[in-house]
């Protein structure tokens, strides 16, 4: 594989893991009101 290409698929999953640990992390703290929640 080019190594252009890993460089570009590390960036790439590097980004959407911290995406989504950043997402997680404001699901944990209640920051988004899921529509089962919304209801009760």
Known sequence: MHPELVGIWVG???NELAT???ILAHVQAGKYVFKSEEEE
Request: aromatic residues 16%; charged residues 50%.
């Open 20 to 22: 989504t640990e950043r």
């Open 12 to 14: 790439y999953v590097e």
